[in-house]
């Protein structure tokens, strides 16, 4: 009953032998879905692999800023392609980090804004990934367009904590650690929170505010798996079957039962990625 929107079975530092025995772990935990997601070409294909194999596992193709430094119009071709595959749900993660510049500013700036109009073209959803970048993330996803009428009208409407309609802009902001009024601002816009295991550790006051006061229709739960393990496995890798703790902190922090914080987080990210696959694997 557990939906790890945000996973990287395709990492590259896992052996074969680890690969077997990260899915089988999977297939014998509660979680019923996952998002295996792209960094770079070599892992997009991986996650398009993984995708075909397993009838649990979607895939997300696209190229982390990281290594936005290796990008050229023949990789982004293959992107495309890619893409048009019919388990690849979501164009990503794509964004900016200005954390360890891995790859220049004007570099990682360029190859997200023509990743974002590839996911336009395709109609795709977006997962984002922005580290020390809040603000100009923000304007770049403006300026092209991500939270327009014109590109929220390819997705049916979500529905808000009244029930009322609203827009919905297909965009997710993987691992949310921004402000209480950055994730208000996104939600407003249309965009979809992710919380990941950061909100389980003891000090993290900024992304618990959000996770206790965005309500559960804009939410979703991941792990980022192998990283941001949460407690209380942290100092381990982390895998997805761990989106458990994070789903029961939200639950904690929300005054919610972890049941409803599954159910809900699960059916709120089957909407996001249009996955209408039934439950439990069947």
Same mark, same amino acid.
């Given at each position: 009953?557990?939906?790890?929107?945000?996973?990287?079975?395709n990492?590259?530092?896992?052996?074969?032998?680890?690969?077997?025995?990260?899915?089988?772990?999977?297939?014998? %935990?509660?979680?019923?879905?996952?998002?295996?997601?792209?960094?770079?070409l $070599?892992s997009?294909?991986?996650?398009?692999?993984?995708?075909?194999?397993?009838? #649990?596992?979607?895939?997300?193709?696209?190229?982390?800023?990281?290594?936005?430094?290796?990008?050229?119009?023949?990789?982004?071709?293959?992107?495309?392609?890619?893409?048009?595959? @019919?388990?690849?749900?979501?164009?990503?993660?794509?964004?900016?980090?200005?954390?360890?510049?891995?790859?220049?500013?004007? &570099?990682q700036?360029?190859?997200?804004?023509?990743?974002?109009?590839?996911?336009?073209?395709?109609?795709? $959803?977006?997962?984002?990934? *922005?580290r020390?970048?809040?603000?100009?993330?923000?304007?770049?996803?403006k300026?092209?367009?991500?939270? %327009?009428?014109e590109?929220?009208? #390819?997705?049916?409407?979500?529905?808000?904590?009244?029930?009322?309609?609203?827009?919905?802009?297909?965009?997710?902001?993987?691992?949310?650690?921004? *402000?209480?009024?950055?994730?208000?601002?996104?939600?407003?816009?249309g965009? &979809?929170? *992710?919380?990941?295991? $950061?909100? &389980?550790?003891?000090?993290?006051?900024?992304? %618990?505010?959000?996770? %206790?006061?965005? @309500?559960?229709?804009?939410?979703?739960?991941?792990?980022?798996? @192998?990283?941001?393990? $949460?407690?209380p496995?942290r100092?381990?890798?982390n895998?997805?079957?761990?989106?458990?703790? &994070?789903a029961?902190?939200?639950?904690?922090?929300?005054?919610?039962?972890?049941?409803?914080?599954?159910?809900?987080?699960?059916?709120?990210a089957?909407?996001?990625?249009?996955?209408?696959?039934?439950?439990?694997?069947?």
């Open positions: 009953m557990l939906f790890d929107s945000h996973t990287h079975i990492n590259d530092t896992y052996t074969e032998e680890e690969r077997q025995q990260l899915i089988a772990a999977i297939e014998a %935990s509660d979680v019923d879905y996952v998002m295996d997601i792209g960094f770079d $070599p997009s294909v991986q996650a398009v692999k993984d995708a075909q194999a397993l009838t #649990w596992c979607y895939a997300a193709v696209g190229v982390h800023p990281h290594d936005t430094k290796t990008m050229d119009e023949a990789m982004l071709q293959q992107i495309r392609t890619l893409a048009e595959e @019919p388990k690849v749900k979501a164009l990503g993660e794509i964004g900016l980090d200005y954390h360890y510049n891995l790859s220049d500013a004007d &570099t700036r360029y190859w997200f804004r023509r990743q974002i109009r590839l996911a336009n073209e395709l109609h795709l $959803p977006i997962v984002i990934h *922005s020390e970048a809040d603000q100009e993330t923000m304007d770049i996803l300026e092209e367009g991500t939270f %327009s009428d590109r929220c009208s #390819w997705f049916p409407k979500r529905k808000g904590p009244d029930g009322t309609e609203e827009k919905d802009a297909r965009v997710l902001l993987h691992c949310f650690s921004g *402000s209480l009024e950055l994730g208000r601002q996104y939600v407003k816009l965009a &979809t929170l *992710s919380i990941a295991g $950061p909100v &389980t550790y003891k000090n993290n006051r900024k992304t %618990s505010e959000v996770a %206790s006061r965005i @309500p559960i229709e804009y939410l979703l739960v991941e792990t980022d798996a @192998p990283y941001l393990t $949460p407690e496995h100092g381990k890798k895998m997805s079957p761990y989106v458990e703790f &994070t029961r902190r939200v639950a904690l922090l929300k005054g919610m039962t972890y049941e409803d914080v599954a159910r809900r987080t699960l059916e709120n089957k909407v996001f990625f249009h996955i209408q696959q039934p439950d439990h694997r069947e």
